[in-house]
């Protein structure tokens, strides 16, 4: 008797398929990770060192901390706009404007009494603080010419691929995979249908599957024994899975809500540096961080309308982020044409993240100032974060296995001296923990 083995070949063409792709899947997904903005960037900097010898990137940080309350590069602020202004005057001159503009200006330098008078007398703070070197690298970004070619090429780019890389969607490659795999099925499918009929038209018999005495799930009923450790291990499942549910009640760690305004912590507290308790100030004096007002942030919002180009990334392009601080202008009612106010404000209802219950106390002051742990201990990696999020469980264990872990600082806090000697002594110990301090006491953390 002829066997016919067609089956075979058809598993294992759908398993070789299946393979292919999978092995397909990585390469595209890959392709998400080539970063687009390098190349123009690279020639900005370039263009700016051409002018200035200074590091671009450095400057605009320093630029972006000190300089742009009152400045932009392009068009008028509280001051004249910097892009170029390398053209018009000479280095040393702009070394001595920039450590001390007063100065200059009493020193009756023509230059500098003319500006001076041209932007209605506003003294411009001095920078002693900045080396000629800092000065130097503000100085190169400000030279950078306008980044207008590198926008239009990355425009472009995405209207042709969305990528940005030139190469082609991977939602597209992934459509095209799932089209052949699809055609793949049916022609198999065919490919059996017409076989069999060639093989009962050639009186080929076909294998037929013989029935079993007995089905499969009555000998499994029959076995005790298997019956016995399938239900130890289903129940034993089914526990892990309930205690691990009610264990994540209540329990936030991870939580990501979208805030009204796009609030990049990336940018701020990361690539621009600005200091945690800029904003949330009260986290050193208070029990509260606080969230800050949209007063602190038209500080420096006044004058920065929009971001760098530099500063798109594949993710989120200049348009979305321009079109968040425009939020930030419709809530607090400015009208950046004409630099004012116009009186009509909408509250920001930002949605809080980190929430203790009712029930808990927790002092941020008593942890930051004077057990002086960093933000980042407790909330994580803040300034690589583009969404802020949940860092730590926030559970009664978590506090409790710091306290048991942490030394408290006693060094310089007059408060302590007394109480750490005696409790050292009672202790033995060099150090004392939070916990040995009372830090376990239920009272200190529950009203
Ligand atoms: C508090 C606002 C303020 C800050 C902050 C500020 N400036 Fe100025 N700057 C001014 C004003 C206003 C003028 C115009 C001259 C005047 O009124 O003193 C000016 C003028 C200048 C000029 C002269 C421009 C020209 O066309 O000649 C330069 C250069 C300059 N600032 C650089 C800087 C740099 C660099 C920083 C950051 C380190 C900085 N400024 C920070 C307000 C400020
Ligand atoms: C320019 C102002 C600014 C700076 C600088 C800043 N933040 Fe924030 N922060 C905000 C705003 C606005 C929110 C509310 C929006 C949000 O959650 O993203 C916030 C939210 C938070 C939250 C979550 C609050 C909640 O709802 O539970 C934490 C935690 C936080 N910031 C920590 C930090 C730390 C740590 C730093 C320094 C590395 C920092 N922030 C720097 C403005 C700032
Ligand atoms: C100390 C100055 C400073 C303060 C205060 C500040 N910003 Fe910014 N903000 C910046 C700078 C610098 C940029 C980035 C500009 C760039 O990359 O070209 C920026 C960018 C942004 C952007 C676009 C990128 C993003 O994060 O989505 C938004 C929106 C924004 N800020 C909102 C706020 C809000 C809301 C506050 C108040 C809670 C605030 N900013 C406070 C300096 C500041
Ligand atoms: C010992 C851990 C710890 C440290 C250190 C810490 N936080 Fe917190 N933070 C918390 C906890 C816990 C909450 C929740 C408080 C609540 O719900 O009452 C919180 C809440 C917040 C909030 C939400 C608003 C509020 O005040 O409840 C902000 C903003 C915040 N922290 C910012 C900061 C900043 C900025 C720093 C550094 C200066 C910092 N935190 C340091 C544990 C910490
Ligand atoms: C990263 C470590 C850390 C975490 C997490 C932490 N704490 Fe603390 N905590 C400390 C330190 C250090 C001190 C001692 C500060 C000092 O010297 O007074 C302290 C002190 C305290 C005190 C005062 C204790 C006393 O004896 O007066 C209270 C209350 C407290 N923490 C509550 C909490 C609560 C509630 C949480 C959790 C939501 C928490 N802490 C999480 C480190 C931590
Ligand atoms: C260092 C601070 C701290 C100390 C000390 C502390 N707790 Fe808690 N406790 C917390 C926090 C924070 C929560 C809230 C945890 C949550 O929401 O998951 C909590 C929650 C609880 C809960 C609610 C059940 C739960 O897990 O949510 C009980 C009950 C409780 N604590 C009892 C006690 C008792 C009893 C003591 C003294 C032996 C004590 N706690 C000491 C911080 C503390």
Same mark, same amino acid.
């Given at each position: 008797?002829?066997?016919?083995?067609?089956?075979?070949?058809?598993?294992?063409?759908?398993?070789?398929?299946?393979?292919?792709?999978?092995?397909?899947?990585? %390469?595209?997904?890959?392709?998400?990770?080539?970063?687009?903005?390098?190349?123009?960037?690279?020639?900005?900097?370039?263009?700016?060192?051409?002018?200035?010898?200074?590091?671009?990137?450095?400057?605009?940080?320093?630029?972006?901390?000190?300089?742009?309350?009152?400045?932009?590069?392009?068009?008028?602020?509280?001051?004249?706009?910097?892009?170029?202004?390398?053209?018009?005057?000479?280095?040393?001159?702009?070394?001595?404007?920039?450590?001390?503009?007063?100065?200059?200006?009493?020193?009756?330098?023509?230059?500098?009494?003319?500006?001076?008078?041209?932007?209605?007398?506003?003294?411009?703070?001095?920078?002693?603080?900045?080396?000629?070197?800092?000065?130097e690298n503000i100085l190169a970004y400000t030279s950078a010419p306008k980044a207008e070619p590198a926008a239009a090429q990355a425009g472009g780019d995405a209207a042709a691929?969305?990528?940005?890389?030139?190469?082609?969607?991977?939602?597209?490659?992934?459509?095209?995979?799932?089209?052949?795999?699809?055609?793949?099925?049916?022609? %198999?499918?065919?490919?059996?249908?017409?076989?069999?009929?060639?093989?009962?038209?050639?009186?080929?018999?076909?294998?037929?599957?013989?029935?079993?005495?007995?089905?499969?799930?009555?000998?499994?009923?029959?076995?005790?024994?298997?019956?016995?450790?399938?239900?130890?291990?289903?129940?034993?499942?089914?526990?892990?899975?309930?205690?691990?549910?009610?264990?994540?009640?209540?329990?936030?760690?991870?939580?990501?809500?979208?805030?009204?305004?796009?609030?990049?912590?990336?940018?701020?507290?990361?690539?621009?540096?600005?200091?945690?308790?800029?904003?949330?100030?009260?986290?050193?004096?208070?029990?509260?961080?606080?969230?800050?007002?949209?007063?602190?942030?038209?500080?420096?919002?006044?004058?920065?309308?929009?971001?760098?180009?530099?500063?798109?990334?594949?993710?989120?392009?200049?348009?979305?982020?321009?079109?968040?601080?425009?939020?930030?202008?419709?809530?607090?009612?400015?009208?950046?044409?004409?630099?004012?106010?116009?009186?009509?404000?909408?509250?920001?209802?930002?949605?809080?993240?980190?929430?203790?219950?009712?029930?808990?106390?927790?002092?941020?002051?008593?942890?930051?100032?004077v057990g002086g742990i960093a933000c980042q201990t407790c909330h994580g990696p803040v300034e690589e974060m583009e969404i802020m999020y949940q860092n730590a469980p926030l559970?009664?264990?978590?506090?409790?296995?710091?306290?048991?872990?942490?030394?408290?600082?006693?060094?310089?806090?007059?408060?302590?001296?007394?109480?750490?000697?005696?409790?050292?002594?009672?202790?033995?110990?060099?150090?004392?923990?939070?916990?040995?301090?009372?830090?376990?006491?239920?009272?200190?953390?529950?009203?």
């Amino acid at each position: 008797m002829k066997k016919v083995k067609f089956r075979h070949s058809a598993t294992q063409v759908l398993v070789l398929s299946i393979s292919i792709f999978l092995s397909f899947t990585p %390469l595209v997904l890959g392709q998400d990770t080539i970063p687009a903005g390098d190349e123009p960037q690279e020639e900005v900097a370039a263009a700016a060192g051409a002018e200035v010898s200074g590091d671009a990137a450095a400057g605009k940080n320093l630029f972006n901390s000190l300089c742009a309350a009152c400045h932009k590069l392009d068009g008028n602020s509280i001051g004249p706009p910097l892009r170029g202004v390398t053209a018009k005057r000479d280095v040393e001159w702009l070394q001595k404007w920039i450590k001390n503009s007063q100065a200059l200006i009493n020193s009756g330098d023509a230059q500098a009494v003319a500006i001076y008078n041209e932007y209605n007398q506003v003294a411009m703070p001095p920078f002693p603080q900045l080396s000629d070197i800092d000065i130097e690298n503000i100085l190169a970004y400000t030279s950078a010419p306008k980044a207008e070619p590198a926008a239009a090429q990355a425009g472009g780019d995405a209207a042709a691929g969305g990528q940005g890389t030139g190469g082609v969607s991977s939602d597209i490659i992934l459509g095209i995979l799932a089209f052949v795999l699809l055609m793949l099925l049916i022609i %198999l499918f065919l490919v059996n249908k017409t076989l069999r009929r060639f093989a009962t038209a050639s009186g080929v018999e076909l294998p037929v599957r013989e029935k079993r005495a007995k089905p499969i799930w009555k000998s499994f009923l029959e076995n005790q024994f298997l019956v016995l450790v399938s239900a130890i291990i289903l129940l034993l499942v089914a526990g892990y899975g309930m205690y691990g549910y009610f264990m994540q009640v209540g329990i936030d760690q991870g939580y990501k809500p979208v805030q009204p305004i796009h609030f990049s912590h990336k940018i701020h507290a990361g690539d621009n540096q600005i200091d945690c308790k800029f904003c949330h100030s009260s986290a050193r004096v208070s029990k509260t961080s606080g969230i800050p007002s949209l007063n602190v942030c038209m500080n420096c919002h006044k004058s920065i309308g929009e971001v760098a180009e530099a500063t798109a990334t594949d993710e989120y392009s200049k348009e979305f982020y321009d079109k968040e601080i425009q939020k930030l202008y419709t809530a607090v009612g400015w009208n950046p044409e004409e630099q004012a106010y116009s009186g009509e404000t909408e509250p920001v209802k930002w949605v809080r993240i980190h929430n203790l219950p009712d029930f808990a106390y927790f002092n941020h002051s008593q942890h930051v100032e004077v057990g002086g742990i960093a933000c980042q201990t407790c909330h994580g990696p803040v300034e690589e974060m583009e969404i802020m999020y949940q860092n730590a469980p926030l559970t009664m264990g978590w506090c409790v296995n710091c306290h048991r872990e942490t030394n408290i600082m006693a060094e310089g806090n007059e408060y302590y001296e007394k109480i750490h000697e005696e409790l050292s002594q009672k202790y033995g110990v060099e150090e004392l923990t939070v916990a040995q301090m009372g830090g376990l006491e239920c009272a200190k953390c529950h009203y």
